[in-house]
């Protein structure tokens, strides 16, 4: 009878460490980011390359942005521990933008990756 209480919680904690993430849009590979070239690639080969964007806009100047965004959100394992997540807890977040500016000749005029690493700290120790 031990045993299969054991196994129980071992399976309950297994899911609530599993439910500790959220992921959202597609990882962005900088190996595909790099053959990109200004005033070269196009919109089409763009798409190829990485997929459909995230958002796809047009401005005021007749030029079209394309958006490529992840982010990954994880509980810290302090999250799920009684009492331990009152006073220590958080999450690591991994975020990822690509902006891309496509000129009125429908190739690349210029593009920004953004690729950051933060903390999101919470509980009575971590106030300041």
């Known amino acids: ?6 196994i129980f919680l071992l399976f309950l904690f297994c899911i609530f460490i599993s439910l500790g993430c959220a992921t959202t849009g597609k990882k962005i590979d900088q190996n595909k980011v790099s053959q990109i070239k200004e005033r070269v690639t196009t919109e089409q080969e763009v798409i190829s390359l990485l997929g459909a964007p995230f958002m796809r806009t047009l401005d005021s100047n007749g030029k079209i942005i394309m958006v490529y965004q992840y982010a990954k959100i994880r509980n810290r394992a302090s999250n799920f521990i009684p009492i331990v997540n009152i006073l220590n807890g958080g999450m690591d977040m991994r975020q990822q933008m690509l902006t ?3 000129g009125k000749e429908e190739k690349v005029e ?3 990756l953004n690729d950051a690493n933060s903390e ?5 120790l971590n106030t300041k």
């Open 120 to 124: 999101i700290n919470s509980g009575l």
């Open 100 to 102: 891309i500016l496509i």
């Open 1 to 6: 009878m031990h045993r299969k209480n054991g």
């Open 110 to 112: 210029k593009y920004t």
